[in-house]
């Protein structure tokens, strides 16, 4: 889905939808590239992640796989492309997390999406809205998840 298909929702339609699958994003690919790069910004080389031919020989996973913490950041766009807009936002916010297991590892080069369930919505005031998602991070070709977290978003209308 992109900005041009988005369906819009009122807070009501939201409301309705409470326990339902809302979205799922399309795929993202976690090359090397993302995965150096995601490196170079969190100081984190370590060699499972950025040393191709020693993690070939030396880990179980054939190769080199993305941090976690690179999966779950992948959320942010995930979510801009899976959850349908709301009608009178002025903006939306990260909330956070309730809850993140990491599940299976995302070797170099695999695609990733997310499947999000609205799990709960909390009118916090007369503009602002309190999200709750269930969202499985699905990796192309695999039975086990990359992850599922608890995301928290929060909408504030104008």
Known sequence: MNAATKETLTVDQIMGRIGQNIGTSKWFTVDQKRIDEFAGATEDHQFIHVDVERATKETPFGGT????????????????DALPSIANRAMGINYGLDKVRFINPVRAGSKVRGHYKLM??????????????????????????????????MAVLQ
């Open 65 to 80: 796989i993305a941090h976690g913490f690179l999966t779950l950041s992948l959320l942010a766009p995930m979510g801009y």
């Open 120 to 153: 709960n919505v909390t009118q916090r005031s007369p503009k602002e809205l309190l999200f709750k998602y269930e969202v499985t991070v699905e990796i192309e070709g695999q039975e086990k998840p990359a992850l599922i977290a608890e995301s928290l978003g």
